[in-house]
Every structure is written in structure tokens, then in C-alpha cells.
């Protein structure tokens, strides 16, 4: 075994008799938790009441969630609409028997859609203040998050890392692997970790919170500069029809980081807001 290599083959789960605790799952709970602990302080900071705060986590919880869930069963296992419906809803599976599961798949981009659209009702509903608002805010609890998020991808050996060809890396047992990979989900936790850390300096040190949009614009450009460079040792998600259009010069996923870059530049520079929010 060479010093910086590792194998790689955890369990994905515990069986506690009555149902299956998947790490995967747990680590979903662990960042909504900080989540709520970072939202509380910045809540208290704003002078928002409780009951916004309560009303927030619960808009959050149900839209990530929700979000997360269509996605993966949208982009990746379609087949549940007509195989297993009531398990895309519920933490069973209906399929040969009732088995309890756990929300077993759950996509990030979904979640991401998910998230904006319950802010947008939260918002509208409960704050009524300006979206940029609230995004600039949650966003430093969403860098945290995402984290985590990783991690259990990692538990889970997927969004796995391109062959490093040479000692050093991660080899994925689970996926009957002898040769280590970049353990690219590690990457992406590791610098998400800056960025929650930059986001919360801009927060608390510097008056940017001010600044309409710029928080929010900074998470995207942070995110998604990672996520460009992440790629280029990442084995690709899908297919790379649009990489392909484009000449294969980029894949989907650095393609796809772009306009999400430029729209945080936007926001960090160009964006100014029409009225001032109360």
C-alpha cells in the first residue's frame, strides 16, 4: 500500500433492524442543522424575528428537499414515475414489498432550482424584502452545506475523479476498482470550506451585506470557479453533447459554470438596485 493512496470501501449504511441509516442521508441532516445554527446568528444580527426564522428553515428544508428529489428523478432514474411513483414522495420503496430506504437520490442542481424557488415564496409570503435580500444571506449557510453534500457523495463513491495514473489517490472498492482516482468530491469539500469561511468574512467584517447582491454574486463566482477547475479532473457526468457542439475544448460541466460566473460578476459590479430595501 503506498503512503498517499487509500483504499476506499465504507459502508454506505447502518442496518438498525427497523430501517437503514445511510450516511449519505445523515450527512443531508448534518448541513441543514449548521445550516440553521449559521441562518440563527445572522437572523439575530438582522433583528429578524423567530418566527421568520422557523418559517425559513422550514421553506428551506421543503424546497431543497423536494428540489433535490425531482432532480434526480428527472436527470437520472426517470423509471420510478412508472415503476415505484409514491417512493419518489416518501422514504419507501413500494416495489416487492414496503421497504423503508431513506431519500436515496438526491441531485444538487435540483435542489439548487429548489432552493430559489422557496425563497422566492418565502419571501413573497412571510419576509417581504428583496430575494437578493434573503439569497445574500442564505447562501453563506448553502457554502456550508454544500460540504457536506460532498462528503456524502464521497461515502457514497460517486461523482468520482478521473484515474490519476500514479500512486497517489483514491481507489473506489465499491466500484471493483485497482486503480486510485482523484477523490474529486474531497477537492470540491475542501474549497467549499473557503468559500463558507470568505462568505462569513464579508458578512461580519466589511460592509458588503449592504451591497444588494454582492454576497450572493461571490457564492456564485467562488462555486462555480471551483467547480470549473474541479472538472478538469472529474469523469463526466453525462453525456457531452454540449461539449461536443463546442468542440470538446471544455466539457459540460466547465460549459455549464460560465454563465453562472459571469451573472456573480454581474451582481458583485454591475447590479444596482432600483429601490433601497426597508
Known amino acids: 500500500m503506498h503512503a498517499l493512496q487509500i483504499s476506499w470501501n465504507p459502508d454506505k449504511s447502518i442496518d438498525l433492524g427497523f430501517f437503514e441509516l445511510h450516511f ?11 445550516g440553521f445554527y449559521v ?5 439575530k444580527n438582522e433583528n429578524q424575528s423567530n418566527e421568520s426564522l422557523d418559517s425559513l428553515f422550514i421553506y428551506s428544508v421543503l424546497g431543497i428537499m423536494i428540489g433535490a428529489r425531482l432532480g434526480h428523478v428527472i436527470f437520472y432514474q426517470s423509471e ?26 438526491l441531485a444538487s442542481h435540483g435542489a439548487a432550482i ?34 457536506f453534500v460532498r462528503i456524502g457523495n464521497f461515502i457514497n463513491s460517486e461523482i468520482i475523479g478521473k484515474y490519476t495514473e500514479s500512486d497517489f489517490g483514491v481507489v473506489f472498492r465499491q466500484l471493483s476498482e485497482t486503480e486510485p482516482r482523484h477523490p474529486a468530491q474531497l477537492y470540491e469539500a475542501f474549497c467549499y470550506i473557503f468559500v463558507f469561511i470568505t462568505l462569513l468574512y464579508f458578512y461580519w467584517k466589511t460592509n458588503k451585506s449592504k451591497q444588494e447582491g ?10 462555480w470557479t471551483i467547480r470549473f477547475f474541479v472538472e478538469f479532473v472529474k469523469e463526466p457526468q453525462g453525456d457531452e453533447d454540449l461539449a461536443a457542439f463546442f468542440g470538446n475544448t ?12 459571469l451573472i456573480g460578476l454581474y451582481f458583485m459590479f454591475i447590479y444596482k438596485p ?3 430595501v426597508a
Open 250 to 261: 471544455l466539457n459540460n460541466g466547465q460549459l455549464l459554470s460560465i454563465p453562472f460566473i
Open 39 to 43: 441562518t440563527k446568528k445572522i437572523w
Open 114 to 147: 429548489g432552493m430559489i424557488i422557496s425563497m422566492y415564496l418565502f419571501n413573497k409570503k412571510v419576509l417581504k424584502k428583496s430575494i437578493l435580500w434573503i439569497l445574500d444571506r442564505v447562501v453563506i449557510a448553502t457554502a456550508l452545506g454544500a460540504v
Open 24 to 34: 449519505y442521508s445523515v450527512m443531508w441532516i448534518i448541513a441543514f442543522i449548521l
Open 214 to 223: 454582492f454576497l450572493f454574486g461571490l457564492f456564485l463566482v467562488f462555486l
Open 80 to 105: 420510478l414515475i412508472s415503476e415505484d411513483f409514491f417512493s419518489i414522495f416518501l422514504p419507501f420503496s413500494f416495489k416487492d414489498g414496503i421497504r423503508f430506504t431513506g431519500f436515496q437520490g
Open 274 to 276: 432600483k429601490n433601497k
